[in-house]
T-cell receptor
Framework: DAGVIQSPRHEVTEMGQEVTLRCKPI?????LFWYRQTMMRGLELLIY????????DSGMPEDRFSAKMPNASFSTLKIQPSEPRDSAVYFC????????????FGSGTRLTVV | AQTVTQSQPEMSVQEAETVTLSCTYD???????LFWYKQPPSRQMILVIR??????QNATENRFSVNFQKAAKSFSLKISDSQLGDAAMYFC???????????FGTGTSLTVIP
């Protein structure tokens, strides 16, 4: 099992550009979560999916953020347009069921918007 | 929303010694799960140990054990025989048995002194 795979590992972009972060969950996991980690706010849940359907997106900070899960093996988090305050580490995590055994996290994408 | 508090931003321990990291949480629910995650400099979030609230027995995983005090809403992590590889940020997390979202504490940075 390759675990949760995120790409890219690092992303540096200019303010105003579109950024797309990618995630491949563990095969067979039916829940997928996107988290953002910053020094100021810690780990924040942005959105999560169950069986590819968005269940709760109340953590998405603004309309500039959008997430999709077109199939069970792929999800994207898009920021358009990006701003410097979006700089953070973005984690994807997946779980079988609702996470009774804990999430499995990807290694994160460090996003820097200059 | 539930809150998880880690009151120790930083801790240090001598190699081979024992250290305890504190975590308290606030909830009105009776059934839930608690977790400790480790985040080394590599950024990967690694599940260390989990505890089910309905189990009175404290969870143990090799050198890692917890002291779960349900009435006090306390969930501390004890690391025995500390190793250099234990140096990391440690996050306490809560999940309701009926919910999907994990609530994370702000983390404790553990330094292991050779």
């Amino acid at each position: 099992d390759a675990g949760v795979i995120q790409s890219p590992r690092h992303e540096v972009t200019e303010m105003g550009q579109e950024v797309t972060l990618r995630c491949k969950p563990i095969s067979g996991h039916d829940y997928l979560f996107w988290y953002r980690q910053t020094m100021m706010r810690g780990l924040e849940l942005l959105i999560y999916f169950n069986n590819n359907v968005p269940i709760d997106d109340s953590g998405m900070p603004e309309d500039r953020f959008s997430a999709k899960m077109p199939n069970a093996s792929f999800s994207t988090l898009k920021i358009q347009p990006s701003e410097p305050r979006d700089s953070a580490v973005y984690f994807c995590a997946s779980s079988a069921g609702r996470g009774r055994g804990g999430y499995t996290f990807g290694s994160g994408t460090r996003l820097t918007v200059v | 929303a539930q809150t998880v508090t880690q009151s120790q931003p930083e801790m240090s321990v001598q190699e081979a010694e024992t250290v305890t990291l504190s975590c308290t949480y606030d909830t009105s629910e009776s059934d839930y799960y608690l977790f400790w995650y480790k985040q080394p400099p590599s950024r990967q979030m690694i599940l260390v140990i989990r505890q089910e609230a309905y189990k009175q027995q404290n969870a143990t995983e090799n050198r890692f054990s917890v002291n779960f005090q349900k009435a006090a809403k306390s969930f501390s992590l004890k690391i025995s025989d500390s190793q250099l590889g234990d140096a990391a940020m440690y996050f306490c997390a809560y999940r309701s048995a009926t919910g999907n979202q994990f609530y994370f504490g702000t983390g404790t940075s553990l330094t292991v002194i050779p």
